[in-house]
């Protein structure tokens, strides 16, 4: 797994081309960024759910909080409910939902995981085929501690690649941005 943290900049790339692109209102601030952001992380809570409630062999890691069908279904409910509440009136918040907790076990395909532990069941309730990638572009904590590294280390390391990736991602993003402002002129009225 990524930590965190890492899941939390992936909903946060979601957020910032969401309002680049005006898919959400331009005056979405901080709580939305948070909602992108949570939701990017939360399938995780099934690691929490296995400590309190003793159900690794039930509920095992990457499972059903990582599967599609999860993504899809909680951020329907989450906007749906965001809409009924009148919080957001913008409709484009029930495929930007969807979108941003499948960047979790997205991310999470593409970490290299201890042997046997590798995967996502991403196509659960319908199959529980552990789907790869073979983009491994980072190690996860677990295969640092599987190989012996303290865990305070491996969560360090992890987090230092993550800052440092999505990093360079938004300085590319914004860059990007700029150079479409600068070259893309803007629509003006002939008179
Ligand atoms: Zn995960």
Known sequence: MSSPLGHGLAGLVV???AKRFRWIDETSGPATMLLFSGLAALPDLDIVFNELLHAQQWFPHR???HSLFFAL???LIVAWWLCRAGRVRNKNFYWLLPLTIAT???MDMCCVEPPGKG???LFLPFS???VYTPLFFMRS????VGWGEPEWLA???VVTIELIGFGVLFLGLYGLFYLWDRIVPSRRTLT
């Open 15 to 17: 957020y910032t081309l």
């Open 128 to 130: 529980h085929a552990a």
């Open 63 to 65: 499972t059903y909080t």
């Open 141 to 144: 904590i677990g295969s640092y």
């Open 119 to 121: 995967g996502v069941e």
């Open 104 to 106: 979790h076990p997205l």
């Open 73 to 75: 279904l909680l951020g």
């Open 155 to 157: 969560v360090l390391k």
